[in-house]
């Protein structure tokens, strides 16, 4: 019972330290330019790239859900004022594009 109490836990935290390291963070990032492809993804790009190199250098907002929504409307307030965001977090998809995840200004 033990070794399976083991063995559940390093699973578990396996799991986890996976999970948090699927995403990528960039810091202190300027706002070049913001648009929308389709009804369902915005994007943003930065002066400097992401650092994980995302197809076209941009990164995508799912704008269907509340939560895309809110990092959209961040974005857009960023951009109208000149504020720099402190950190972006976003995870690279296997298709090389990548989905934003945290926007902090």
């Known amino acids: 019972m033990r070794s399976l109490m083991k063995i559940s836990a390093i ?53 269907t859900t509340n939560a895309g929504q809110a990092l959209y409307s961040l974005v857009l307030s960023a951009k109208a004022t000149n504020t720099p965001l402190i950190r972006v977090q976003y995870v690279k998809q296997s298709d090389t594009s990548c989905v934003a995840t945290l926007f902090e200004f």
Do not use: H, K, M
């Not at 995403?23 to 002066?47: C, L």
């Open 11 to 63: 699973s578990f935290f396996s799991i986890v330290s996976t999970s948090a390291l699927a995403d990528t963070v960039d810091y202190n990032r300027v706002i070049s330019r913001v648009g929308a492809q389709s009804s369902t993804y915005a994007y943003v790009g930065f002066s400097t790239p992401p650092s994980a190199g995302c197809i076209w250098d941009v990164l995508y907002i799912d704008v």
